[in-house]
């Protein structure tokens, strides 16, 4: 079973970047794919981008492109997420997820909420 | 992208009794190694999502048989037979088959 533990809630204001962490227990990173996902009460659950299976190519939603980084330090089994130019629009939960052989998505983390207001 | 519509938006349920949820695609989600590519996830109260079905009718590791998938091309349906108190939370939809994969709006169930 694949545990997946997030960094705590953040607050940014308007234009400012933010990143959240995603720590591996019970498997390493490079045995996963990872993918963040996001949740707002305007536009409901949103995958924002991930790493391939197989390839592990990053692959970005276009709504995403330019403003999102995604990386992974394999010495500490921890994913980032790093979301720039941010807009009150981003005010959400983010979570990391992993997918599995059949493209599912199969463990998520617990979420990290980023609030972005001025 | 691939549009997904779920029905209804909310389904209130007597323990006991069945339940059913609609997904359509808005192209069809047949794979060409000729599998359906399409997920059921659940978020109960205060919870992240989880995985309920994939791949249109594979159950993941626990879930009861009570939870059913079927369909195919771009019409799918998620089938509670006998909807518990624990199975309270919002459904959603989703498709892997192509990216950015997308998500329906969810149908939130609860209980009568």
């Known amino acids: 079973q694949v545990h997946l533990v997030q960094s705590g809630a953040e607050v940014r204001e308007p234009g400012a970047s933010v990143k959240v962490s995603c720590k591996v227990t019970?498997?390493?990173?490079?045995?996963?794919?990872m993918h963040w996902v996001r949740q707002s009460p305007e536009k409901g659950l949103e995958w924002m981008g991930g790493f391939a299976l197989g390839t592990h190519e990053a692959l970005y939603a276009h709504e995403f492109q330019g403003r999102l980084t995604m990386t992974e330090d394999t010495s500490t089994d921890t994913a980032y997420m790093e979301l720039g130019s941010l807009r009150s629009v981003d005010t959400a939960v983010y979570y990391c997820a992993t997918l599995g052989q059949e493209q599912m998505i199969d463990y998520w983390g617990q979420g990290s909420l980023v609030t972005v207001s001025s | 992208d691939i549009v997904m519509a779920q029905s209804p938006f909310s389904l209130a349920v007597t323990p006991g009794e069945p339940a059913s949820i609609s997904c359509r695609s808005n192209?069809?989600?047949?794979?060409?190694?000729?599998?359906?590519?399409l997920d059921w996830y659940v978020q109960r109260p205060g919870q992240s999502p989880q995985l309920l079905i994939y791949l249109v009718s594979t159950r993941a590791s626990g879930v009861p048989d009570r939870f059913r998938g079927s369909g195919s091309g771009t019409d799918f349906t998620l089938e509670i037979t006998r909807v518990e108190a624990a199975d309270v939370g919002v459904y959603y939809c989703?498709?892997?088959?192509?990216?950015?994969?997308?998500f329906g709006r969810g149908t939130k169930v609860e209980i009568k």
């Open positions: 192209q069809s989600l047949l794979n060409s190694n000729g599998f359906h590519y």
């Open positions: 019970d498997y390493t990173l490079t045995e996963l794919s």
């Open positions: 989703m498709q892997p088959l192509q990216t950015p994969f997308t």
